[in-house]
């Protein structure tokens, strides 16, 4: 039987066989229920020729190798959810499917800037647990989020705004009108009880749900 070269088709059984294996179900059928590949049985003759899944009687479970490669793919996955649904606030079925290619693009260096960008989040939009990274690990004794949202921001810090999602795209030239837009300095001065920021010599009184529009990054003062 040939064996499957394609690397997109390899990458999505390994997803498969992750979640099923989240779900408890690592039986053979299962993974070939849930498959979408169009040649079930050499997909799986290519996972165990390269080790990235072996066979318990009627069960097939990735390998450590295939579980590496795995976790890789599901958390760029989850990731890139997370930073559509959060971020980009795309409605949700569009999500899953475009955060399916982007597991294939995201790099690892871009996998640490988003996960920190997104402050760690442990799960993804549907409630399934992303995989922990290194900067997870980190992120615990010493760094803080590069980006964060107006509203998180800490009192009397200064900050370049890295960019403004508004639920209400007429909002962007009022705000900008105001000098509050992509690459200003701004500081915030209090956030209650309601948001002022100051901008050059002026202060700027916020709605807070604005406030959390607002990605800012801090900068030192
Ligand atoms: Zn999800
Ligand atoms: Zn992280």
């Known amino acids: 039987m040939p064996l499957i070269t394609d690397k997109e088709r390899i990458d999505e059984a390994l997803e498969l066989l992750w979640v099923l294996n989240e779900d408890q179900h690592p039986d053979i059928s299962h993974f070939r229920a849930n498959s979408d590949d169009a040649d079930t049985d050499a997909i ?7 080790s990235l899944a072996s066979l318990h009687g009627s069960e097939i479970h990735l390998t450590e190798k295939g579980h590496k490669a795995a976790r890789g793919l599901i958390r760029r996955q989850r990731l890139a959810e997370r930073l559509f649904t959060d971020v980009f ?3 949700d079925d569009s999500v899953v499917s475009d955060a399916c290619k982007m597991e294939h693009i995201l790099s690892e260096e871009l996998t640490e800037s988003v996960c920190t960008f997104l402050g760690h989040p442990p799960n993804c939009p549907h409630g399934k647990p992303i995989p922990r990274g290194e900067c997870c690990r980190k992120f615990k004794v010493e760094v803080v989020p590069v980006v964060m949202r107006l509203s998180e921001f800490e009192v009397s810090a200064a900050g370049k705004i890295t960019f403004i999602v508004p639920s209400d795209a007429s909002r962007i030239s009022r705000l900008n009108s105001l000098g509050i837009a992509a690459g200003s300095i701004i500081k915030l001065i209090q956030k209650t009880p309601s948001f002022v920021i100051q901008i050059d010599e ?5 709605d807070p749900e604005i406030a959390k529009e607002i990605y800012v990054r801090k900068v030192v003062s």
Not at 202 to 206: K, N, R, S, Y
């Open 44 to 50: 799986i003759e290519t996972l165990l020729h390269e």
């Open 89 to 91: 606030e795309m409605p």
């Open 202 to 206: 002026t202060t700027v009184a916020l």
